[in-house]
């Protein structure tokens, strides 16, 4: 775990007072009627829902320009002096720093707001290697957009980062984004919180610093931990990856095992969207599954060539070579925090015209890639049955030989 994503409002401060009382002085203001109660299902989603949603719902979209601008005129009024900063956030942030995490800011707050509680609380900016506010994203929370842009920031994986948030619209936001998530109980109950799909749920964010240490050790048995879970998978969100993260994928192909270390292979990194598409309909997936070709919104966010060079192995068996290599990019992907499948069933001599390959490069494998969009996991082998399934709730069952059927003694 590499990088901590923190959402404001809940978590580090409670400005929630502060912003819906100014709300309701402002929608009182114009008109709208209200209770206090009205903005319990907006907290996490940004402050502006509270005056646009309770406006429309009143029928009085006519005041919520004005409604807004006097919400954030009082909020940066009253914030110096009652806005709470929770006791353990200084602390927690100092020493996150000291222990070389990278830190990151993405609240549903409009940007105004997020530097005026900022200021207020006495945390500088610059605490955070990137802040993200409701201003930076066409979708609010629970939308997963907030925490996918994060990500593409910090140019991170998944399995990289951990999300802390106090409500359940955040919650959902980070679950959706496939970030394991640290929730607070500072706006919502634990079974809320839990049920929301929240990891961990503690009292106070300084049981953070337990979280991390946790993980931590686990994470020794890391590679172990990725080969239990890896499983193939065939439907991928479209989540662009980092150029920075294939290329250290590529990079564990290189350093696998090759057979008298000829090391025959070639890694191409495909992201271009118009290659993808052309590459797409030269692919087959799932031979078992009546539906188990990925749909347009579920298709890879890369590929990894595996490619075969005669002028190095001039009898073209590449089989051996590039397993090794595959797999190797497979568990890496899995630790990184994304999904991968193995193609085999491929029209190579298509792929080798779409890619422009030389006459000495071949087309041996292609190695799908994305967040995934669904699970896959190993399930126990009956009947000598090897065909994968999807279980009732969409889950691919992948059967697995028993360890005591497979290992000999001597």
């Known amino acids: 775990m590499k990088y901590i994503i923190f959402d404001m409002d809940g978590v580090l401060i409670d400005s929630e007072p502060v912003t819906m009382k100014a709300a309701s002085d402002a929608l009182t203001k114009y008109g709208v009627e209200h209770t206090m109660d009205d903005f319990k299902e907006f907290i996490g989603a940004g402050e502006d829902k509270f005056i646009t949603c309770l406006s429309e719902r009143k029928g009085k979209s006519e005041v919520i320009d004005a409604a807004m601008k006097e919400m954030y005129s009082l ?53 955070f290697d990137v802040i993200l506010s409701g201003s930076d994203v066409t979708k609010k929370k629970p939308d997963p957009e907030m925490y996918l842009k994060a990500m593409e920031k910090l140019n991170a994986g998944p399995s990289e980062c951990i999300v802390i948030e106090d409500a359940v619209n955040g919650v959902k936001s980070a679950v959706s ?6 929730a607070v109980t500072t706006s919502f109950d634990r079974e809320t919180l839990k049920a929301a799909g929240a990891s961990f749920i503690k009292d106070d964010i300084i049981e953070l610093l337990d979280v991390l240490d946790a993980l931590d050790n686990e994470n020794n048995n890391s590679a172990y931990k990725a080969i239990l879970k890896r499983r193939s998978i065939r439907k991928f969100k479209q989540t662009p990856i980092p150029y920075e993260k294939l290329e250290k994928l590529a990079d564990c192909g290189r350093l696998s095992a090759f057979g008298a270390n000829m090391q025959p292979l070639k890694f191409g990194i495909i992201t271009d969207k118009d290659m993808l598409n052309k590459i797409f309909p030269c692919t087959k997936w799932a031979a078992y599954l009546e539906n188990g070709t990925p749909k347009e919104d579920e298709r890879p966010a890369a590929y990894i060539a595996i490619l075969g060079d005669t002028s190095i192995k001039s009898n073209g068996n590449f089989d051996c070579d590039s397993g090794l290599a595959s797999s190797s990019i497979m568990i890496a992907a899995q630790e990184m925090g994304y999904g991968s499948c193995m193609l085999g069933a491929l029209d190579r001599d298509e792929i080798h015209r779409i890619l422009s390959l030389p006459e000495n490069l071949c087309v041996v494998h292609l190695i799908a890639l994305g967040v995934p969009k669904q699970e896959s996991r190993a399930v126990t082998m009956r009947d000598n049955n090897v065909k994968y399934y999807l279980d009732k709730n969409g889950v691919i069952n992948v059967p697995k030989r028993n360890l005591d059927e497979v290992i000999l003694k001597f």
């Open 75 to 127: 909020i940066e009024e009253r914030a110096e002096k009652e806005l709470f900063v929770y006791p353990s956030s200084l602390k927690l942030l100092k020493e996150l720093k000291k222990r070389g995490y990278t830190l990151a800011l993405a609240s549903s707050s409009a940007i105004n707001k997020l530097k005026v509680s900022l200021k207020a609380a006495n945390i500088p900016e610059n605490t």
């Open 177 to 182: 984004a496939g970030i394991t998530c640290f």
